[in-house]
């Protein structure tokens, strides 16, 4: 099972754009990366998954280095409404398990 | 994406009692479901994962005997914390993974804050 490392805060302002890494080094073959969100008593919510290069969606961006060692999820121009714990996950293809690590909190500030 | 719903929201019981809570993919077949527990200020915690028609595989430390859980269908699972005590007040999150028509990522419900006075 691959362990993820994230910063535990981050801090931005609005409009700015909001870079969240994150490292997995024992992460395997079948293994993607995945990202939720999650606000105060509420159930994550999907952001973004892939498995290698870059994955764009409507939402935010995601970096995945040729060694897949890290990954990183870009927010572009964020708003107050980002502030929001995001979690870092690296999931079998076949979903067996998953479990989230401590997150990072981001705080969007005006 | 798809949506999976959680019921109750919120729940206020009695030491001693039992309560349920459902949780429902609504437009996908959920192969598998997640069930968590999180304490305030903490993260998700994975208490046990099923598989429809199996027994859920409980982590370490949960009690399967308390925290009892039913995969009965491919659109329900059920979590009942039998003989609740007011150490396990908590947010409980129900997560659900399947085949549907975007992918096969795991979506979470909204959560059931349970309270045990």
């Known amino acids: 099972l691959a362990k993820t490392t994230q910063p535990i805060s981050m801090d931005s302002y609005e409009g700015q754009e909001v870079n969240i890494t994150c490292s997995h080094n024992?992460?395997?073959?079948?293994?993607?990366i995945t990202w939720y969100q999650q606000f105060p008593s509420q159930g994550p919510r999907f952001i973004i998954q892939?498995?290698?290069t870059k994955v764009t969606n409507e939402v935010a961006s995601l970096f995945i280095p040729a060694d897949r060692k890290s990954s990183t999820l870009s927010l572009p121009r964020v708003s107050l409404s980002d502030t929001a714990v995001y979690y870092c996950?690296?999931?079998?293809?076949?979903?067996?398990?998953?479990?989230f690590g401590k997150g990072t909190m981001l705080l969007v500030s005006p | 994406g798809a949506v999976v719903s959680q019921h109750p929201s919120w729940v206020i019981c009695k030491s001693g009692t039992s309560v349920k809570i459902e949780c429902r993919s609504l437009?996908?077949?959920?192969?598998?479901m997640f069930w968590y527990r999180q304490f305030p200020k903490q993260s998700l915690m994975l208490m046990a994962t099923?598989?429809?028609?199996?027994?859920?595989t409980y982590e370490q430390g949960v009690e399967k005997d308390k925290f009892l859980i039913n995969h009965a269908s491919l659109t329900l699972s059920t979590l009942t914390v039998t003989s609740a005590h007011p150490e396990d007040s908590s947010f409980y999150i129900c997560?659900?993974?399947?085949?549907w028509g975007g992918g096969t990522e795991a979506f979470f419900g909204q959560g059931t804050r349970l309270t045990v006075v």
């Open positions: 892939g498995y290698k």
């Open positions: 996950l690296v999931v079998n293809s076949g979903y067996s398990t998953l479990t």
């Open positions: 437009d996908f077949q959920a192969t598998t």
């Open positions: 997560s659900a993974r399947g085949e």
């Open positions: 099923s598989n429809e028609g199996s027994k859920a």
């Open positions: 024992n992460i395997a073959t079948n293994d993607y």
